[in-house]
Each structure stands twice: as C-alpha cells, then as structure tokens.
C-alpha cells in the first residue's frame, strides 16, 4: 500500500494540473477533487490548511488568466484613441495645404515642360554627374537667401522671441513642455548606445508600465504564492506575441491607422522583443526557484530530474532559448556585423519558437495561431505574391568606389486604383510615392542571397501619375554604401558586370512627412550623406506637384565632394529652377561640420508661419537637428518636425 506521503503528493499535482489544463478549480469545497478519470470523486487524508494553500494557489492563477485577456482590449482602445489624434490631425492638415496650395496647376504645367525638355535615363545622369560641382556653396558657414530677408538685421529668432516674452505663462508651460518632449538625450556613456526623443521614450515607458500593471494587479504578495507571479510572467508574454508580429510586419493596418510606417514603428517592436525575453526570463526562471525552494514538499514531483525532463517543460525552455537567441542576433551590434546571419537566423528561430510555445501550453495557442497568421498573410500573401517583382537593373560604381547605382525603368502598367487599399496590394510597378524603400534581393550573388532582402530607400523622385500623359514611365535609382556582406559582393559583381537581375519588394513607405510638409507655409529637409535618398524626392515632390506659397529649402552635408555625384548636377539644377533654396556647403573632411544649429535658428527667424523640418541622416546630424528644432519651440516657433533614422 503506498504511503499517506506519496498519496497526497500524487493527488496535490493531479489536482494542480487538472485545475491549470481545464481553467477552473478542481477541488471541490469538501476536499474532494473532481476529475475525469475512473474514479471522478474521491476522497484524500490531507489537512484543511493545506486543501485551502492549494485552492487559494489555483484561484491566485486562474484569475490572473481571466485579467490579462482584457490587456488586449486594452490595446486597442488605446489604439482607437492614437487613430482619432491621427484623424484629426490629418483633417487639419488637409485644411492648411488647401489654403497654402490654392493654385497648383500652373506649378504642374511647368513641372511637365521641365520633365519633359530634361528626362533622361539613369546611367546617362550618372555619367553625368561626374562634372558636377558645389555652385554656391563653398563656404562652411551657411548662408541663407529666404524671401530676401536680411538675416544680418534681425535677432536669432526674429519676431519668435518678441511673442514668447508677451505669451501667458500657460503658454510658456506648454512650449517648454512641447520642448521637453521634442528634445533627444546624448548617447548613454560607455555603450555610446543612441537614446530616441523623450517623446518616444516616454511612450515606451507608458507601454511598460501598463505590463507592470497587468503583471502584478492582484497578485498576492507572499512568498509561498511564487509560482502565481512566475505564471504571470508568461501570461504577459503570450499576449504581447501578436503585438510583436503585427510592428514587425511589413503591410500591416497600423500605417492606415496612425500614419506610422512599420520602420517608423520598428523602435516599437524591438521595445516589446525586450520585454518579452524579460518576462520569459522570470517565467523560467520563477518556475525553477518555485520547484527548487518555494514549493511545500507536497506539491513537489519527485525528482528535480523528473520536473524538468517533462515534456512540457522541455517545450517551454526550447520556447525560453529561441526567443532569448532572437534577442541577441537582433541586437544592433549583430546586425551591423553579420546581417545576412541575422535574416536567416531570425526566420529559424521564429519558427522553432513558435513551435515550441504551441506545444508548451494549451493556453499560448490562441496567440500562437494569431501570430503566425500575420507573418503568413505578411511573408506569403504579400510579399511574396502581391508586392514582389523582377526586373534586370544597371549597376554602377560612382567616384568615391564605395557607393553603387543601381537603377531600372519601365512603363507603369494602368491601374484601376491608386489609393488604400489599391495601393498597399500593387507592386513597385504600379509607382511609388517620395520617401518609399524597397526590399531588394539578388538570386546572382549566390543561393543564400535568393532568400535574403536588404532595403533601400528610393533616390530618385516618385513618377508622375496623369491620366493625359499615357504610358507612364518610371525610372527608379537606388543608392547603395557598400558595407561588409551584400553591398561588398554586389560591389565585385558590379566591376565586372554592368546589369544584374533583381527582385524588388515593395514599395513601403509613410506618407506622414510629406503631408506634414504641405501643411507648412516653410519647408525644410536636412540630409547628410545617402540621406539625399530621402529628402530629394519629397523636395522635387513639393516642388513639382504641391505648389502655392510656400518656401522650400533643402540642405545636403557631404563628407566628401565625390559624394555629390550621388544626384546628377542637372538635377540640382532643375530644383533650384523649380524655386527650391538648395545649400550644399563644403564638404565636412574639408571644412568640418556645418553650424546647423544656426542654420536651423537662422530659418525660423526669417520664416513666417508653421516651418516643417524633415531631417535625415547619421545619428549625430539627426540629434543636432532634432535639438535645435527644440529650442526653437521652447522660444515659441511653430515647427514641426519628422526625423527619417538611418540603420535598421
């Protein structure tokens, strides 16, 4: 007969475990435990005080899992709540370029004669961009010509400062605030890893502590209820799992919603990875503490070889060890050394995780299945079939050999709709709209290069779509900054080879700059090196096809003259035709860094109205930006500000 020791400890876990798999408690009041077995009633010696222990342990859990499925919820009332700021602010939007673009049609038919007199292709503008030179711009302090104005003669901030020292103290409240929000710390020291805005930050931390939140409301804060907040821990997790799936996807319905981009929301994604290999952590190792010193001797199984040589804790730590190596080969060291290792790894140890956690526990499998629908639905569906085309490319290497051009053209087929959902289904060749990327593979590079994807961003300006100028064509140049891995072997390719056969996914891209910019009676795009990728199209965009009074002004830092090779003379030229205000100072290995603080400050004191500012460029430059924009609105200018990040 066994002994009273081991009959308890049999029925404890029996108890345990049936109340854990079925969500409901599986004790009755008298003592009895109610299961499906042979025997679904039956009696055990065991005394009140522990029967209570055991009860209040699983209600402890059970509760816990009826709280956290309403964290979701919670998502998206928040998310409801960011789709309305959204709204009404891209209605506001609306409102201010009607009024700045009241007559745009004049600017268009100019723009056509121009196209028209001067569209070439993109290996005739590359030759020609050899004999390019910096007209004007050979001085490394900036100098502005905005409407005439003399900025000698007026104060840094012109009429800014007059109206901030008649404003409310209200009002300075809410600009030192709007500052505080706006302005980027410096680097934390030693690991120099770079800090985004505090606005950003702030979020961040709202986000986690709404996990915290969750993770501990309720909970008993006693000691012998540890297993209660380890099982938390994994709750947490398995909720978060469709969120980190839907910020990784490529065509997802956040962009439509908050006029966020997924690379926009990236930052996002990588905050939610971190909080979940944290609550993976403590899940682990809170069960491990639990069985090793927390559990009574009674709810124990017997043998610590027996616990963790169960099948579903062997799940769970290949779940733990995927998601804890998907952390580290993401973090942005990884990346920067060995991207291709971090593509194929990433896919791997996705799946290998997410068969895992589904084999783990019955409860993860809700989540499990919603996240793998969205990576299907991204990966497959569109990408793949949808968004995905082939073309054969030109390949050449600019002056400073360390940079490629790859570029292509073709006829844009007709479409039937250019707009939603029309849009985000169509491939690269139906167009793409100033500041898009795309993700480009190169079978010729090798078998592994087949299934890899780098993304660049679209240097050349958006193709015009107008139904009295049929067929369109479309010329589409990528800048390319050879780094070690792909850009090195497609480099070799390219000295021997002018033409290569590609795949382009894509385009994918946010609007929100772009219409910021329209919204503004001043715009202003700041580029240091290959960020001219970015803010050239939005300025030929403004120029082009958003007329109307509005001043555009367009900066490009370069580190070395050949660099300016990088857009063709003529295209510069077009602009400044086009009444763009183009500044190329000298180059920083010549003459140092540009003041662009005082070229920001210099800009708002001549500007009047709202000025936009989109910078993009290396860390450095986008702080220094960033933070000039900053004191100008803690000193009362109305700016707004987009910043487009380098890095991935």
């Not at 194929?344 to 996240?371: D, E, G, K, M, N």
């Not at 000298?586 to 003459?591: I, K, L, S, V």
């Amino acid at each position: 007969m066994m002994p009273i020791d081991q009959v308890n400890r049999e029925w404890a876990l029996e108890v345990f475990r049936e109340s854990l798999r079925t969500s409901r408690l599986s004790l009755a009041p008298d003592g009895a435990s109610i299961l499906s077995n042979e025997n679904p009633v039956r009696k055990i010696p065991t005394d009140p005080e522990s029967q209570q222990y055991l009860r209040d342990l699983i209600a402890y859990i059970l509760d816990g899992r009826t709280i956290i499925f309403t964290y979701n919820i919670a998502l998206l009332v928040i998310l409801a709540l960011f789709s309305l700021l959204h709204l009404s602010e891209r209605i506001r939007e609306r409102h201010r370029w009607r009024t700045i673009e009241q007559d745009p049609t004049a600017t268009l038919e100019r723009v056509r004669k121009t196209t028209d007199d001067s569209e070439t292709p993109n290996e005739n503008e590359a030759e020609s961009s050899s004999s390019s030179t910096l007209e004007g711009s050979l001085s490394s302090q900036i100098t502005l010509k905005a409407a005439d104005a003399d900025i000698e003669r007026q104060p840094l901030l012109g009429d800014q400062r007059c109206k901030s020292s008649s404003e409310s103290l209200s009002g300075r409240l809410i600009n030192f605030l709007k500052y505080l929000l706006m302005y980027q710390p410096r680097p934390i020291p030693l690991i120099n890893r770079t800090l985004p805005s505090n606005r950003t930050s702030l979020f961040v931390l709202a986000f986690l502590g709404l996990n915290v939140f969750y993770h501990l409301y309720q909970l008993p804060f006693e000691l012998k209820y540890f297993f209660a907040f380890a099982d938390r821990a994994g709750l947490i997790f398995i909720v978060n799992l469709p969120l980190l799936y839907l910020l990784a996807a490529k065509n997802q319905p956040l962009k439509a919603l908050t006029g966020h981009s997924y690379e926009a929301l990236n930052i996002y994604h990588r905050r939610v990875g971190e909080l979940m290999c944290f609550e993976a952590l403590v899940h682990f190792g809170g069960m491990i503490i639990w069985r090793l010193w927390i559990s009574p001797p009674w709810l124990k199984s017997n043998s610590f070889y027996n616990y963790i040589t169960h099948p579903l804790i062997l799940f769970g730590i290949g779940a733990f060890a995927s998601y804890e190596l998907l952390y580290f080969t993401s973090l942005g060291s990884f990346r920067e050394r060995w991207y291709e290792l971090f593509l194929a790894s990433h896919v791997v140890l996705q799946i290998a995780a997410l068969a895992f956690l589904w084999l783990h526990f019955f409860t993860s499998r809700p989540f499990v299945l919603a996240s793998l629908v969205i990576f299907a639905i991204d990966r497959l569906v569109w990408r793949l079939w949808m968004k995905s085309a082939r073309f054969t490319a030109d390949l050449s290497v600019l002056e400073d050999d360390q940079t490629l051009l790859l570029s292509m053209d073709w006829d844009i087929p007709r479409s039937k709709s250019r707009r939603c959902l029309g849009r985000s289904s169509q491939s690269i060749r139906h167009g793409w709209l100033p500041a898009d990327h795309v993700f480009i593979s190169v079978p010729t590079l090798g078998r592994g290069h087949s299934l890899q994807a780098h993304p660049f961003t679209i240097a050349s300006a958006a193709p015009m779509v107008d139904s009295a100028r049929s067929p369109n064509h479309a010329w589409l140049s990528l800048l390319i900054r050879v780094q070690s891995g792909f850009t090195s072997k497609l480099l070799d390719y390219a000295r021997f080879n002018s033409r290569v056969a590609v795949r382009l996914d894509g385009p994918y891209g946010s609007q929100d700059p772009l219409n910021m910019l329209r919204s503004c009676k001043n715009a202003v795009l700041i580029a240091g090196g290959s960020g001219i990728a970015v803010v050239f199209p939005l300025a030929w965009d403004l120029a082009t096809g958003h007329g109307g009074r509005r001043q555009v002004h367009l900066i490009w830092v370069i580190h070395s003259r050949s660099q300016h090779s990088w857009i063709p003379e003529e295209r510069i030229t077009e602009l400044r035709e086009l009444g763009v205000h183009v500044t190329i100072p000298e180059p920083t290995n010549e003459a140092g860094r540009p003041d662009i603080p005082g070229y920001v400050a210099d800009m708002v004191a001549v500007s009047e109205g709202r000025v936009g500012f989109v910078v993009s460029g290396p860390d450095g430059l986008n702080r220094t930006a960033r933070n000039a924009c900053a004191n100008a609105v803690k000193s009362g200018a109305d700016i707004q500000l987009r910043v487009e990040k380098f890095g991935w």
